[in-house]
């Protein structure tokens, strides 16, 4: 939604969910513009010419109002800067707050030719960071897919995609206070779905690498077992024992090696 001059006021140097994507994706050009934009080098990326977040913007209180008849309630705090409770930067601009489930919601807009799972995945960071501000347990999404009717998914918190986020997130309003511009970040992948099965049918990599695992794997078992036993067999006082083709090797802390005779 379009922010009011109060909500800028309030976001102001404050690490909100819809910045904190980019720390997530390690998109490098995104975080230095939003650094820039943090020390007051650069102005907030102004988005009132882009098409989809203003046809977003225009559909988003049609998707509150939806979600709000199909449930039977009136969501609150639309549009309420909410900051975490421990750290001042941390913040989150609310669509809506579901008092019966006690959590944010989400609404977006999308194409309607993406997989349900692409969604969610795309807006995990702005979810998960929406959880740790608020402490809920849990955040609506609620997506309109082309003129189709909203569908609705409700997603966990996830504490190691979070902690993983936060951490990334003190270094960065770090590298603010020492005006740093902060170093490349990894992508970080969104969090797995435990509810998801993926059929790998048809991939050629799979299939070869599945084959290789069978193949091998006894002898694979084999080989760990013939190990252990030679180190079983090795001498206390020896500081090597060989034969066979292969030779035991105590090293000067007292680890024990398997080797072949010509790996010596």
Known sequence: MS???????????????????????????????????????????????????????????????????????????????????????????LDGWDDNLRCPIEFKLNNGFEPAEIIIDRYQPQLQWQMWVTGAGRCGLSVICGAREPWVEYIDPDPDYVTVMVDRAEYFMMCVDLRKVPVDLAPVGPPADPTREADMTGNNAWATSAANWLATKDASATFETAKDALKELMPADAKRARGYGVYVLRDRAGRLHVRKEKDQ
């Open 3 to 93: 922010l009011t001059a109060a909500q800028r006021a309030a976001r102001e140097g404050k690490l909100t969910a819809s910045r904190v994507k980019v720390l997530m994706t390690g998109d490098a050009d995104g975080i230095v513009r939003l650094y820039r934009e943090m020390i007051g080098e650069i102005p907030e990326e102004n988005l009132d010419d882009v098409w989809l977040v203003q046809l977003g913007e225009t559909t988003e209180p049609l998707n509150r109002r939806w979600y709000e008849r199909k449930n039977g309630l009136t969501l609150s705090h639309v549009g309420t800067v909410m900051v975490h409770p421990d750290y001042s930067w941390a913040a989150a601009t």
